[in-house]
């Protein structure tokens, strides 16, 4: 009765500040009782998933009692074939998130150091303290990742570093050039994770792809996953890329049914369906034009963005996100990201971005 039970927490853990995501549309219905909610909080493809994937889905009912394949043998077969990288490099995961997590479990041990950018996605200082690391912060340059400062941060202790490319909520990403001359800078013993959960939306020329550096750099391990362009957000399936040994240490440590069968089956469809992705691809690339005029418009300034988001600056960003809230349209504040004066909003469809659009005039107006 007496007993702290926070005090026995690991010390990492007593100062761990939970992730807080975008607001679900469930919750601003039971708030403010409105009908129409447009949720453009959490990054998500405002297509849904491809039709094949609910196909899928109602094929893997009939097995419901089952347990999954724990090694996702199918999936990683589909991953193989599509991203032409063998099987045995592949780690399945209950969203991207668990495998940096598993990353953190796997190589951080107590007191030992993860470095990783200022405004960079929240995961990263999370799944570091919560097995007892140490979170080594880089300031960002231009609210991107400043990689010669982040391998000048390295040290005998780092174990882990974390990119994300591009970034999350800054969408700011590192070319190929400067990638290279961190992973020729940093040790083979810090395993370098590039996290590309939005690699599928980038279109610029001379954004690197990841799974190309594997063969030089034993140490680079690349994430991605099925939440985002894939549409499949609910289901939790992602996936990293890495050399068979430090697929297998992965594997160690990952619960042995982490990927659920709804997860994998649609997985598979969504792999198989080019046409939903390149129609995924143009409603987020004319809706990122539409937003980025619409915000100039307004004499918003924006971080210019390579992903399916951007992030602009306000006066007042707690009460836009609230007035926002009581139009219906749910963004997500960044103060927690170091971003005090900033909201992010992701591309959704025309009429989404119009509708959010207007009501930030409005709102900005004072209306
Ligand atoms: C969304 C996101 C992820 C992936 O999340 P999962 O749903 O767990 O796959 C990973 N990294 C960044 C930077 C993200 O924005």
């Given amino acids: 009765m007496t007993t702290d039970f926070r005090a026995l927490a690991r010390a990492g853990v007593r100062t761990l500040a939970p992730y807080v995501p975008g607001k679900p549309v469930e919750e601003l219905q039971r708030e403010l009782g409105l009908e129409r909610i447009i949720k453009l909080a959490s990054n998500e493809n405002p297509l849904g998933a491809s039709p094949a994937v609910s196909e899928a889905l109602q094929r893997v009912w009939k097995d419901v009692g089952r347990y999954p394949d724990g090694n996702g043998f199918a999936l990683k077969a589909a991953l193989s074939a599509f991203l032409d990288v063998p099987s045995e490099c592949l780690t399945l995961g209950n969203g991207s998130n668990d495998v940096l997590e598993l990353l953190a479990r796997t190589f951080v041990d107590h007191d030992d150091e993860v470095v990783f950018s200022q405004h960079a996605f929240a995961v990263y200082p999370l799944v570091t303290q919560a097995v007892g690391g140490r979170p080594v ?50 040790p083979e013993q810090v395993i370098v ?145 170091d971003i005090p004066d900033g909201l992010r909003v992701t591309i959704g469809t025309a009429q989404e971005n119009r509708v959010f659009l207007s009501a930030l005039e409005e709102i900005l107006a004072g209306h």
């Fill in 137 to 186: 912060m880089v300031p960002a340059q231009d609210y991107g990742h400043d990689l010669a400062a982040m391998a000048a941060a390295v040290t005998d202790r780092t174990r882990l570093m974390f990119i994300a490319n591009p970034n999350n909520p800054t969408g700011t990403w590192v070319g190929r050039g400067v990638l290279e001359q961190l992973l020729a800078a940093v």
């Fill in 193 to 337: 994770v590039l996290d590309e959960a939005y690699f599928e939306y980038v279109e610029e020329a001379d954004y690197p792809n990841g799974l190309t550096l594997l063969d030089r750099h034993p140490n680079l391990v690349v994430t991605r996953t099925f939440s985002k362009i894939f549409g499949l957000a609910s289901l939790r399936v992602g996936y990293g890329v890495a050399s068979a040994t430090i697929t297998d240490l992965l594997n160690r440590v990952r619960q042995p049914f982490n990927v659920n069968a709804y997860a994998q089956a649609a997985a598979i469809a969504a792999l198989r369906d080019n046409d939903f992705l390149a129609e995924s691809r143009r409603v987020n690339r004319e809706g990122m034009r539409q937003l980025a005029e619409g915000l100039r418009t307004l004499n918003l300034s924006a971080i210019p963005s390579v992903g399916n988001f951007i992030t602009f600056h306000v006066d007042d960003a707690a009460r836009i996100y609230d007035q926002l809230l009581r139009r219906g349209i749910i963004v997500r504040p960044v103060a927690s990201y």
